[in-house]
């Protein structure tokens, strides 16, 4: 048996989830066509009605995906399923993704409303959706912990009202592989038109197994799309890893005798793209996508992949997009050169100012580092990605003196807004004298959940070091990232970035798991 299994990415909806992975819309759209390039069959671009910047992200998604089907999030109601349709309205191809929660217990503690109530309205808004768009997916929140017999008769109802795709979601990580499948598989036996819709499996990584219960939904359950985002990103413990699905029915195709539509090499730069977008690092033995991941450091196996590489690698490191292909850009590199590459990496400038801007950064980068990497590049341009007047906090000047045996002391110079402030502080350490200058003026009141240095390339004390902070403030969880040779220069870039996505603050509404 070969068949079709349809790679469903939520990395802009439910990855963004994360407290502090918020995007804008411009990082977004850069991501969107990233996916694209990695020929994902769905990109859920965002919940449209959840702020008048999410629904912006879609619209702009939509306007420029044309290989991917582009979806919207919606509750079960009107005013949401509307909001959807509206900013899918460019899309070459849409869906729109309604839901509902299902469980007993998200029933009664959180919608407040009897089974009946909520069978009526999946009905209701079912239908609707299917008026205003020809693909309509539907998911039952909290599925795996809803009583079979009431799920049946939802999912036939809105099967019957035009849904194409049905979703059961293990939204809290609470199911097991071997039983999981089977809920899907006996949910599928007893619903007479289950074969009128694709069934789909999306799963929390809870308990560590979200992609084993996923392919378990797909072997057992007979499911034909899978909801997964690139590096597992999620709010809690993260998602289903697109990565690791993918690359799993790909390697044991003896097994699953499924097709996959994914241009796998383009996983390792989706995955630093995300990864440097929004701050979370990727754990170096991470599979397929960690630096470790094809790493070998027992004489036993460097031995073994000197002879045959495939006494230890399953898989190609090229296949999925390693590569040791460094860019050959320096100081004296024109402006045509880097344009090319940037083109080659998939980064689209929106204009040629913004190229310009990019490449005076990248001139100064090139006289403080002899070696450019595409990493470098990445960097370079994601610290870009806030335009002067989204950049509420900007840094423009900083100096620090550490000696040992004396405290370290730091003098600082940014603006917020249009009006510039110095600043001076001692410090335990010189990151900590520039924050503690900065917090003088700013006093934010936020507290500080991470501070997280990481070499954007390896091998070099030359490398730039990526910076990302972590803020708290009101409830509101925001990531700040910033790059620079220099870390002490690159944590007070973080720390004005994370101020400044604390400025911005737009309430949200909360979606589905």
């Known amino acids: 048996m070969t068949d079709k299994l349809i790679i469903f990415d939520t990395t802009l909806r439910d990855g963004e989830q994360s407290p502090g992975a918020s ?31 999410d629904f912006e992200c879609i619209k702009a998604i939509a306007s420029h995906i044309k290989d991917s089907v582009v979806c919207s999030l919606a509750r079960a109601n009107d005013r949401d399923i509307s909001r959807a349709a509206e900013a899918l309205a460019p899309a070459a191809r849409a869906r729109i993704h309604i839901f509902i929660a299902t469980s007993p217990l998200h029933m009664e503690k959180k919608l407040r409303m009897t089974p009946e109530q909520v069978f009526e309205q999946a009905r209701v808004a079912a ?6 768009c020809a693909d309509v997916e539907f998911s039952a929140e909290d599925g795996y912990r809803s009583d079979p017999d009431f799920l049946c008769r939802v999912v036939e109802a809105v099967i019957a009202e035009g849904a194409t795709t049905i979703n059961i979601p293990d939204t809290v990580g609470y199911a097991i592989p071997d039983l999981y499948g089977s809920f899907i598989r006996q949910l599928r036996e007893r619903v007479p038109t289950s074969d009128k819709a694709i069934w789909s499996v999306h799963c929390h990584n809870d308990l560590g197994m979200a992609v084993a219960n996923s392919l378990a939904g797909v ?21 289903c890893s697109l990565e690791e699905v993918v690359m799993a029915v790909r390697t044991r195709r003896d097994y699953f005798g499924l097709e996959v539509g994914i241009d796998t090499t383009q996983i390792v730069p989706a995955s ?8 979370f690092v990727v754990q170096p033995n991470k599979a397929v996508v960690g630096a470790n991941a094809f790493a070998h450091a027992s004489g036993i196996h460097q031995d ?15 296949d999925v997009g ?15 050169a880097f344009k090319q590459r940037l083109q080659e990496l998939g980064i689209e400038m929106q204009s040629e100012a913004d190229v310009n801007a990019a490449f005076t950064r990248f001139k100064d980068l090139a006289d403080r580092k002899s070696e450019i990497f595409d990493e470098d590049i990445l960097a370079l341009v994601n610290d870009e990605s806030v335009t002067p007047d989204q950049e509420h906090y900007r840094l423009l000047a900083m100096a620090q003196a550490s000696e040992m045996g004396e405290r370290p002391h730091a003098r600082v110079t940014f603006a917020i807004g249009e009006r510039e402030f110095h600043a001076q502080s001692e410090g335990n350490g010189p990151v900590d004298a520039v924050l503690q200058a900065i917090e003088s003026q700013v006093r934010s009141g936020a507290e500080m959940l991470l501070y997280s240095v990481n070499a954007i390339t390896s091998g070099s004390t030359e490398s730039q070091g990526e910076v990302t902070v972590r803020l708290q403030r009101g ?12 870390i002490v220069v690159a944590s007070a870039k973080a720390y004005l970035s994370a101020l400044t996505k604390l400025h911005a603050h737009s309430d949200r509404v909360a979606a589905q798991g």
């Open 272 to 279: 630093r793209m995300v990864s440097q977008t929004t701050g």
């Open 219 to 239: 072997m057992q359950g007979g499911a034909r799309q899978v909801e997964c985002t690139i590096n597992g990103l999620g709010e809690r413990a993260g998602n």
């Open 127 to 132: 239908r609707f959706a299917r008026n205003l």
């Open 475 to 486: 409830g509101r969880v925001v990531n700040g990232v910033g790059a620079d040779p220099d």
């Open 322 to 336: 390693w590569s040791a292909n460094r860019i050959v850009l320096g100081k004296l590199s024109g402006r045509n």
């Open 304 to 318: 073994g992949v000197l002879k045959a590489r495939d006494t230890y690698e399953i898989m190609r490191a090229e």
């Open 23 to 53: 995007m804008t819309r411009d990082e977004k759209l850069r991501i969107a066509r990233q996916l694209e390039r990695l020929r994902v069959d769905v990109i859920e671009a965002g919940f449209a009605a959840s702020s008048n910047g």
